[in-house]
Nanobody, 130 residues
Framework: LVRLVESGGDSVQAGGSLNVSCVTSGYNFDDITMGWVRQAPGKEREGVAAIDPLGDTRYLDSVKGRFTVSRDKAKNALYLQMNSLKPEDTANYHC????????????????????????WGQGTRVTVSS
């Protein structure tokens, strides 16, 4: 059974920081591009960050310079460090992985938010208050 389990979501004030984590099991994602997808109430899912197997990264324009995605293959883990948080960052953040290998981070970023593209976790809630 493939599992992606997120943790670390919380409520913070605007300008604050959070680090959310994801641990995977049941599948070897070492050669798979992964990332983070978020969904705010009443809005569509959007890819926030993507990282390919070699560590190349891409970000949604609105989070560039504030968010950093990283992965630790030895721990089967994916991370998202979020700084200078804004109220508009409030959403459920889902760990995501493409179903097949061969996607660059640039290719994967818009695809990670599509349900049929890959695997998703249940999400962790991030709330940013002004």
């Amino acid at each position: 059974l493939v599992r992606l389990v997120e943790s670390g979501g919380d409520s913070v004030q605007a300008g604050g920081s959070l680090n959310v984590s994801c641990v995977t099991s049941g599948y070897n994602f070492d050669d798979i591009t992964m990332g983070w997808v978020r969904q705010a109430p009443g809005k569509e899912r959007e890819g926030v960050a993507a990282i390919d197997p070699l560590g190349d990264t891409r970000y949604l324009d609105s989070v560039k310079g504030r968010f950093t995605v990283s992965r630790d293959k030895a721990k089967n883990a994916l991370y998202l460090q979020m700084n200078s948080l804004k109220p508009e960052d409030t959403a459920n953040y889902h760990c995501a992985a493409m179903r097949t290998a061969g996607h660059s981070a640039l290719q994967a970023l818009p695809l990670l938010g599509i349900p049929t593209s890959g695997f998703w976790g249940q999400g962790t809630r991030v709330t940013v208050s002004s």
